[in-house]
């Protein structure tokens, strides 16, 4: 850490910014859109959103699309991230009803982004199920494996030849443990003791045959990479001689990550072995008749083993863990966890109360996934910071400018990172912390009804990184102004996501 050599960016290195569909676009019940597991969530619990603000009209990137992507050429960006609302192009989940309407308009997203040369990636699926699929049961049914396969396989048809790169799932852990394990996210059903790893498997499976359909039916003409993103925040020890809280960050990264990350980049394939051997015994001990975390069969173990071009890795934070002496509610995911987090207090904090800068942590979760999953390709398909509103967000350049540091580093031992992606280009709704956590490179004036966006500092900086290759930590932006400096003579629609 104290090795300040220059470091560069190759020149193939990516970046980009990204956002997604219920965060930003709004327009929630426009143009035949179905209803979404958070438009429910968020109407039938309006307390549950700290500050009222939910994803009813969001940044409206619906019908501002054309301004999100003049801010992409300000920034100079290489791709854009953002996720295709299921609800908005197959609003009850099957493909027996496709909304023409809905395709329309990431037609035009899509076309005017390559017109500018700047790569779509796409996310198939960001939170945002119908209220249909969940009715049945949602990602707890098995159903619901064939069911996103089906959505993929309309998506990929329509846009494999434009669409290099894609993203299955988003945070699976988040969708499963937060969702259906918890009632802090959509849909909130609270199943902690089987739902949350029912959901786990199903996900899994999904992403999997997503992944084996692209490979099969579009991989050859339109060689794109499909990839799923993980949230790989970094767990380890809060201190580094004690067994027990070593075993314990152990359980967190497996718990947290691996057990998503081990049935598809590691060589055996299947779920942890250590998380195999917790819930089994547990579940044995609690009366179950079989295990509360479901086995893959050897079919699924294979479908699943290898289904990934590159790991798309969302990093944030780092948290320091404790084996917990406390009771968790039992049977649940925390108690076969047992594992209690803090973070450093020295850390310099983000708005969001789980947001701490500790870069370091980017550099050793890299080392532990190129230990245990011998050096996938990797992109980071997030990483950010929150603030307050405002437009002079010098912590957020202080962050990114640190993590880009590590990044470096991580890259010259060896890390196989391909590129990098800002969370996010534009301030949205931050889930139930509604607009009251900005993340935003772009400001948006939630209040106006314009939604008028404003370039930050972090974004001048970002746009320099970008145009210099390299990240300079005395440099500063004469004014707040941004132009749109990157000209491109012609379009370039022959890239073929080459990582
Ligand atoms: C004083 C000690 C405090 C310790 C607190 C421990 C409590 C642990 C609770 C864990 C809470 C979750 C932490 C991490 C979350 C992130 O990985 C997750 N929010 C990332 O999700 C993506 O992030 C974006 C920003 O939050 C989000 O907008 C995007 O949609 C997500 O894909």
Known sequence: WT???RRTFPQNFL?????????VEGAWNEDGKGESIWDRFSHEHPEKIADGRNGDVASDSYHLWRRDVEMLRELGVDFYRFSISWPRVLPTGFPSSINEAGFKYYDNLIDELLKYDIQPMVTLYHFDLTQELEDLGGWTNPLSVSWFEDYAKIVFKRYAEKVKFWITINQPNTICMEGYGSDLMAPGVNVKDVGAYECVKNVLLAH???????????KKEHEGNVGIGVAVNWFESLDHNNTVNKEAADRARAFEFGIYLHPIFSKEGDFPPIIRTIVDK???????????????SYEEIKLLRGSADYLGMNHYTTFLVQHSEEKFESPSVEDDRNTIYTQGPE???????????????????????NLNYDYPPIIITEHGWSTDKGLGDQSRVNNIRAYLGALLLAMEDGTQVKGYTVWSLLDNVEWTAGTSERFGLYEV???????????RLSALVYKHIIESRVVEDGWSPSS???EITKKKDEKNNNYK???
């Open 480 to 482: 707040l102004k941004i």
């Open 445 to 455: 004036d939630f209040e106006s009804e314009t939604k008028e966006r404003t370039a």
């Open 347 to 369: 850390w310099t904090s983000g708005k969001s109360s789980w947001l701490k800068s500790a870069p370091y942590g980017l550099y050793k979760a890299c080392v532990h996934l």
């Open 208 to 218: 999997a045959k997503a992944y084996r359909l692209y490979e099969k039916e579009f």
């Open 282 to 296: 547990k579940s044995q001990e609690q009366g179950f008749k079989t295990s509360r975390l479901p086995k893959l």
């Open 3 to 5: 090795d300040t050599r």
């Open 497 to 499: 996501g080459e990582l």
């Open 15 to 23: 970046f980009g910014a990204a956002s997604s569909a219920y965060q």
